[in-house]
């Protein structure tokens, strides 16, 4: 029987030859290391890439006599049409609609994803799961005029048509909430369900009850997956154009007041852009300068969350 093993492992051509299968499982594994190569590879140079085109012609605006670097950073109105080019008229509406959008966003799509992870039957979370992500697949400017024709009028009674216009910054920024509400949701429902149940078990045994077990416990563990979330709920807001064209407004205002009625830098961008531009003129050249300061905001307040996940982190290592 030994020898008639040996026989059969050992006969030429035999798929079960030792040397050929390590043959084999060297050329799969170095054809998925390359290929993982390229993919990270691409997107490196994707980034770089538009890092550089950004750049460079954001560079001809501010070559241009009539614009510096001071008055495009240390100044607050943005009228190109006079020539004054305060980028601060279009960050702060930016961070204004931005902010109110995670100040809805984050606790009910936190309080959602706690409910389906914790709380919810198997069959509950099939029907809720879905039925909330179906918001993502809603156009955004079907958000901008739901924004404009129906939370506003809402808003104008509660707060009184004189104090609040028709254009203003709260009613953007509430449907952007609303918005990225399933995307904040799924993603961190996906990591409260990747811990283990060992922690909810110990916790339970130490007598926690499941609201404690789950603020306590659950939550903790699953923050790196959650801080993603909010990073990538953050991206999505800054980032969010045809909401706030719509219901924001187009006038180009220094304000951090929700009240007001104020253009961010992604509906100044879509506005514009729009028109009749010629090619190399300093307003077409302002759209780069713009485009490379939402680039530049993007990445500030990412690694802003980044590091305030990791300080928390520290806390249950």
């Known amino acids: 029987m030994t020898t008639n093993i040996e026989n059969f492992s050992g006969a030429t051509g035999s798929p079960f030859e030792p040397e ?3 043959k084999k499982m060297r050329f799969g594994e170095g054809a ?5 190569f390229v993919v990270g590879f691409l997107t490196i140079f994707i980034t770089i890439s538009i890092v550089i085109v950004l750049g460079d012609q954001a560079m001809l605006f501010f070559n241009d006599p009539e614009v510096g670097f001071r008055e495009f950073f240390l100044t607050t109105q943005w009228q190109p049409a006079i020539g004054q080019f305060g980028i601060w008229a279009l960050i702060s509406a930016t ?8 100040l809805v966003a984050i606790p009910l799509g936190l309080s959602a994803a706690i409910y389906l992870s914790e709380y919810a039957s198997t069959r509950a979370r099939s029907i809720l799961k879905p039925v909330l992500e179906i918001l993502a697949g809603i156009p955004t400017v079907v958000y901008g005029y739901f924004a404009l024709l129906f939370v506003t009028p809402i808003l104008r009674e509660i707060i009184g048509v004189d104090k609040l216009g028709v254009y203003n910054m709260l009613s953007a920024g509430i ?4 918005m990225i509400l399933p995307l904040i949701s799924s993603m961190s429902e996906d990591a409260l369900s990747a811990v283990p149940n060992s922690l909810r078990e110990a916790a339970y045994a130490m007598g926690a009850t499941r609201f ?4 306590q416990v659950i939550v ?4 790196s997956g959650i801080g993603a979330a909010f990073i990538v709920g953050i991206s999505r807001a800054v980032g969010e154009t045809m909401i706030v064209a719509v219901a924001s407004g187009a006038t180009s205002r220094f304000s951090f007041n929700p009240l007001d009625a104020a253009e961010t830098m992604t ?7 729009g028109g009749d531009l ?3 003129t300093i307003d077409y050249n302002s759209l780069f300068a713009i485009a490379l300061m939402l680039f530049v905001v993007t990445l500030v307040l990412n690694l802003i969350s980044q590091f305030i996940v990791s300080k928390f982190r520290e806390q249950y290592e």
């Open 220 to 223: 903790p563990a699953a923050l």
């Open 212 to 215: 404690e077990a789950s603020t």
């Open 95 to 102: 961070l204004t609609t931005s902010a109110i959008a995670l």
């Open 175 to 178: 449907v952007m909430g609303i």
């Open 267 to 273: 509906a100044h961008i879509a506005r514009i852009s």
């Open 20 to 22: 050929k299968l390590r």
């Open 32 to 36: 998925i290391e390359a290929s993982l």
């Open 278 to 280: 010629s090619y190399n």
